[in-house]
């Protein structure tokens, strides 16, 4: 332990968690973070080597008799039957099924849609109805036969705090400075903060943001590999990645026909990734998304008002250093064309994700943080309870050049800094400054960008500044554009270009703000990619399918990686049950698309409750099909086959945590989607495509 750690520890006893035992254990598993952290500080509380040994072990046996993986449904099934009852942890949803006038619960990994579920559960928990929560839960066996369900849960505990002292947070903060604070947090989230610059502190505290100031809107958009998703899938449980896929209002804000909000209203932050394929399903979806983005409110068919934060982040594939110099391109380009400028104008704040360093153990820590659901109490407290708007208005005063929405961004983000390394209130005007500055530079990054897309001079004036404790006048600038005409002085049509009076040129004051964090050089590391084609090629790909998610399909995900494919090979030991063998046949369908394809390698397995006559048929039917479209099926049995993957002869990979099982069992067979997979409701995986080098 180090100076930090004790203090830490002597403070906030049983509040903190020694983050390398989180990452020995993370690394084995895809539990989120903050049920990890539940459990390691239930067993792991003690500076003692010994008792943490024996806490791990604890926590692996509790994981390996009460966490259930997607493979292993069928097994959890017969030890709730066979015992009467087993507490899981898991992931419950809930959801109202009109035609039977009840409720019904399910896991996310316990592979069965009809739970009976007490009233009292989701009355006390309102997002179990709208995207769950992962919990401990008892499961127990119902023997009536009249009954229509075989399971019920008899007893469900949320996994986050039951209690919460914002007033002892505040008060035990005063013990620390501002540099102390910032290190915790990075700490927290699992960073080693000596390995990192003050300015990429800055950069991972900006991804928090959105958790802790309502009605903040954010957008990174960077290279891969840079941990962009894990902030808001991991680090709380208010927030929610919604996973590409397509977005529509009910889901989103309103369902006109159950009368009921969407998710704004039960999550603080909504966090949408892979933004550049987002599909949404209907037009009046970025209308209402415009409206709630700029005053956190919206009418459709009733008035609601909420705080969710929305946050979208995604992949930037071209060279910002190009980007910045060229004529033709901005940093807004990987955004879905929806998304006009009416949308940019209300995002606080663009992060540079070019200047965040790429996933690697180096700049993991091994030093004690914030149990992660701790500080995401104090946060979600934060964002419901306090509001440090008018503070920050009545300590800065702006430039000429800042306009409404302009000043509306820079002082939230401002707020949301004062938040998270100030609660207890005290901010010194140089630390003040330096959030100004900040602030004003992510504000700024969203004009230059509109600028340079608008034909007209709407957004012209990108020279933001503020005056500082001194009464001097600083113009903050972007660290990628400095002398970047082709942004700065973007060619208008008929080159008529509104003349700037003196004092609000777009010229950076490069002394004033170099003094500040903002002097940090910004690393080009996609240069050598060229702007052209538009269209970008074949790339590797990363899906994370969420829960109740829709737009997926296997034509969507996996046909444009046939071309040219003559040969593919299906590992997947789930082709066991007639829903499979249809997914299987669904799969084979798509792939007939790509009329190149010629033989199809089929490797599963079976196991001692699979009806191996019947599947065994079932399979040839679809041999015989396709041999009539001249493709083969070759169907081959490997009993110790495990893992789920498709290889393609042109050389790409992928790896499908569920295989080809990721969609829902429709409610009723006669329901939208039962046909269209697009339109069926996924369950949570993952899907990564790559190319085998």
């Not at 509380?45 to 493979?71: F, H, K, M, W």
């Not at 939230?412 to 010194?428: D, Q």
């Not at 002869?649 to 006669?670: A, H, M, T």
Request: charged share 30%; with cysteine.
């Amino acid at each position: 332990m180090d100076a930090l750690d004790e203090k830490l520890l002597e403070h906030f006893e049983g509040k903190a968690v020694r983050k390398d035992l989180l990452h020995r254990i993370k690394k084995g598993t895809n539990v989120p973070t903050f049920v990890l952290e539940f459990l390691l500080a239930r067993f792991c509380a003690s500076d003692d080597e010994d008792e943490i040994q024996e806490g791990l072990s604890a926590v692996l046996e509790t994981l390996n008799d009460n966490y259930v993986r997607p493979d292993e449904a069928n097994a959890a099934q017969s030890k709730v039957a066979t015992k009467g009852k087993h507490k899981f942890i898991d992931k419950v949803h809930v959801r109202y099924v009109e035609k039977e006038k009840r409720h019904w619960a399910s896991l996310e990994n316990f592979n069965s849609q009809r739970i009976a579920i007490g009233e009292k559960f989701y009355k006390n928990n309102d997002r179990l109805l709208e995207g769950g929560i992962w919990a401990e839960v008892t499961l127990c066996h119902n023997d009536i036969e009249e009954d229509d369900y075989a399971f019920y849960i008899e007893d469900l505990r949320p996994i986050q705090l039951s209690r919460f002292d914002y007033n002892a947070y505040c008060e035990k903060r005063k013990a620390y400075s501002r540099d102390e604070w910032l290190d915790i947090i990075m700490r927290s989230v699992g960073l080693e903060p000596t390995k990192l610059a003050k300015r990429v502190k800055f950069h991972f505290l900006a991804r928090l943001a959105s958790l802790v100031e309502a009605n903040y809107n954010f957008i990174e958009l960077g290279p891969r590999g840079t941990g962009k998703s894990y902030f808001y899938s991991e680090f709380s449980p208010y927030s929610t990645l919604i996973s590409g896929g397509q977005t529509s209002s009910a889901s989103l804000f309103y369902n006109n026909a159950r009368r009921k909000v969407g998710l704004v209203g039960y999550w603080d932050t909504i966090a949408f990734d892979e933004v550049g394929n987002m599909r949404v399903k209907d037009p009046d979806t970025i209308q209402i998304m415009k409206d709630f983005m700029a005053n956190g409110r919206f009418s459709r068919g009733a008035e609601v008002i909420a705080d969710a934060s929305m946050t979208f982040i995604g992949n930037l594939d071209l060279g910002v250093k190009q980007v910045v110099n060229s004529t033709e391109y901005d940093l807004f380009q990987p955004l879905p064309k929806e998304f006009d400028l009416a949308i940019m104008d209300r995002f606080c704040m663009y992060l540079p994700g070019w200047e965040m360093p790429k996933n690697s153990s180096e700049f993991l820590t091994d030093n004690y943080g914030f149990i992660t659901d701790y500080l995401a109490e104090a946060f979600h407290y934060q964002l419901k309870h306090t509001n440090r708007y008018e503070e920050v208005s009545t300590r800065i005063k702006l430039g000429k050049c800042i306009e409404g929405r302009d000043e509306k961004g820079i002082k939230k983000t401002i707020a949301a800094y004062l938040k998270m390394l100030h609660p207890h209130g005290e901010c010194s005007d140089e630390e003040f400054e330096e959030y100004a500055i900040y602030a004003i530079e992510g504000r700024r990054r969203v004009k230059e960008q509109m600028n340079k897309r608008k034909p007209d001079d709407e957004f012209i004036n990108i020279g933001l500044s503020f005056f500082n404790a001194k009464n001097k006048e600083v113009v903050v600038d972007c660290p990628e554009t400095r002398g970047a005409e082709a942004t700065l002085d973007p060619t208008k049509p008929g080159d008529i270009k509104a003349k700037l009076t003196e004092g609000e040129s777009h010229k950076p004051n490069t002394e004033s703000t170099e003094a500040k964090i903002v002097e940090a050089h910004v690393q080009d590391r996609d240069t050598s990619l060229a702007l052209e084609p538009l269209v970008p090629e074949l790339k590797e790909q990363h899906f994370t399918i969420t829960y109740d998610s829709t737009g997926y399909s296997y034509e969507s995900i996996f046909v444009p990686y046939l071309t040219g494919a003559k040969v593919v090979v299906i590992e997947d030991p789930y082709i066991r049950t007639t829903h499979q063998v249809q997914n299987l046949i669904r799969f084979c369908e798509a792939m007939l698309k790509q009329s190149t394809v010629k033989k199809i390698e089929l490797i599963t397995s079976y196991d001692n409750q699979t009806n191996v006559q019947e599947i065994t048929e079932r399979l040839q039917d679809i041999k015989q099909s396709l041999l009539e479209l001249d493709v083969e099926l070759s169907i081959k049995v490997n009993e110790n086959l495990h893992d789920r993957e498709i290889r393609i002869d042109n050389g790409w990979i992928v790896k499908i945590g569920r295989g080809l099982d990721f969609f829902q069992r429709p409610d009723s067979w006669f329901s939208v989607g039962v046909n269209d997979l697009a339109l069926r409701k996924c369950l949570e995986t993952k899907i990564d495509i790559y190319r085998h080098h």
